[in-house]
């Protein structure tokens, strides 16, 4: 703490400027100055790992030689901000996986829509299950799993719905669609790495288990699709997700 605030109180007094950001997982702060040339150089005083980080607001595309011994070759500030921009960039957030995961739930329910009424039920292939069967399933997981998430309850796998129409099937299906869009809303961007004992069986990270919904999802669907084509009837596009 006291060399800390002397290089504080030394970077005061030369005029010295500060720069952090992160390298291979570990915390940096350098001091340097800027010297007004052709060159645009900025020379190092000091190059630290124990600082946190702040990331550097710097657009210029000034060079500095590093004399510490840390670094040894020009590092140029808007290149390592870009850098660390996009580490911390994400692929997608929480809202973009519910979108798509709803998207293949929208999906499946036109597969429920296009089976006859008595085939859904009956009509299977190699001793398969029948597709009312398969999503009875995917209904006892998505909502009732997002529930005991957020909850932060230990349920057990409930398949105990038990319709006798294609009607009854599809009405559950919209009403599991709002619990999920309400329980998934809930989940916070860290809580997503937390590890959870779904259904008092599955212990995986959360984010780990919500891929598996979608992953068990289109496996079924999969079967769906199946069984229509030996049903002679054309199943939907699987790319068109929208309600």
């Known amino acids: 703490m006291i060399q800390m605030l002397g290089r504080l109180i030394l970077g005061r007094i030369l005029g010295l ?7 291979k997982g570990r915390k940096f702060l350098i001091y340097y100055k800027y010297k007004k040339s052709q060159r645009k150089t900025l020379r190092l005083f000091y190059c ?4 946190p980080p702040r990331l550097c607001e710097k657009n210029k595309l000034f060079k500095i030689l590093l004399t510490n ?12 901000k870009q850098t660390i921009m996009n580490a911390n960039a994400k692929v997608l957030d929480s809202q973009q996986l519910l979108i798509h ?3 293949h739930r929208n999906l499946t329910r036109r597969v429920i829509e296009a089976f006859p009424e008595k085939d859904l039920f009956e009509f299977s292939i ?12 995917l209904l006892a997981i998505g909502g009732p799993a997002l529930k005991s998430i957020v909850e932060g309850t230990i349920n057990e796998f409930d398949e105990s719905f038990n319709p006798t129409t294609k009607a009854e099937i599809l009405a559950k ?3 599991e669609t709002e619990t999920i869009n309400e329980y998934f809303s809930q989940i ?9 004992n779904l259904f008092g069986q599955y212990e995986f990270p959360i984010y780990q288990n919500i891929l598996y919904f979608v992953d068990n999802e289109i496996h079924h669907r999969g079967q769906g699709y ?16 929208q309600r």
């Open 173 to 175: 299906w919209d009403e």
């Open 126 to 137: 190699g001793g398969m299950r029948p597709f009312a069967k398969l999503a009875l399933e």
């Open 17 to 23: 400027r500060s720069f952090k950001f992160y390298s």
């Open 101 to 103: 995961w709803q998207g």
């Open 226 to 241: 199946v069984y229509l084509r030996a049903l002679g009837i054309e199943p939907p596009f699987f790319w068109e997700r």
């Open 188 to 196: 916070s961007e860290e809580r997503f790495q937390e590890m959870f």
């Open 69 to 80: 011994s840390c670094h040894n070759s020009l590092i140029n500030l808007y290149q390592i």
């Open 48 to 51: 630290s790992n124990r600082i």
